[in-house]
């Protein structure tokens, strides 16, 4: 959750005190869950690219239990922004490219605000990464690592 500092609530208002903004994204929606279960399929994608299992993959990331992958592969929850490297590093793909797919999926809306129509990295059917539009289809043959 972020937080905002606004103005103060009143002129009689104690110095420092200020409204507090707290913006959640509506992950009940059906287009965040739209975008989390396109999100699953990226990471479902990647890991098969790299041909890892979900238990494998969550040994590497150090996970207590594989059904946490099989949760985030089927749009079901997220990775926690401090592990995007373990999980990019354990994927074997750039953490810059993986943390802009990832924001595609988690937060629309600043990706859109910082990218714009760029592409995102995939997995290509050799293994390496290719391109994937914003409206999530794969280009392949793009491969670039």
């Given at each position: 959750m972020l937080l905002y500092r606004l103005k103060p609530r009143s002129a009689?208002?104690?110095e420092g005190a200020f409204a507090v903004y707290a913006h959640h994204q509506r992950l009940d929606s059906e287009e965040g869950q739209g975008l989390r279960r396109e999100g699953g399929r990226y990471l479902r994608e990647l890991r098969e690219a790299r041909g890892l299992s979900q238990r494998q993959l969550a040994a590497l990331?150090?996970?207590?239990?594989?059904t946490f992958i099989s949760q985030l592969e089927t749009g079901r929850g997220r990775i926690p922004p401090d592990r995007y490297r373990t999980w990019a590093e354990a994927l074997g793909v750039d953490v810059r490219q993986f943390v802009q797919a990832l924001m595609r999926f988690y937060d629309p809306l600043t990706h859109?605000?910082?990218?714009g129509?760029?592409?995102i990295a995939a997995p290509s059917e050799d293994g390496g990464l290719g391109t994937r539009s914003r409206a999530?289809?794969?280009?392949?043959?793009?491969?670039t690592n």
């Open positions: 009689s208002s104690q990331i150090g996970a207590e239990y594989y859109e605000i910082l990218f129509g760029e592409t999530g289809q794969a280009d392949r043959g793009a491969g």
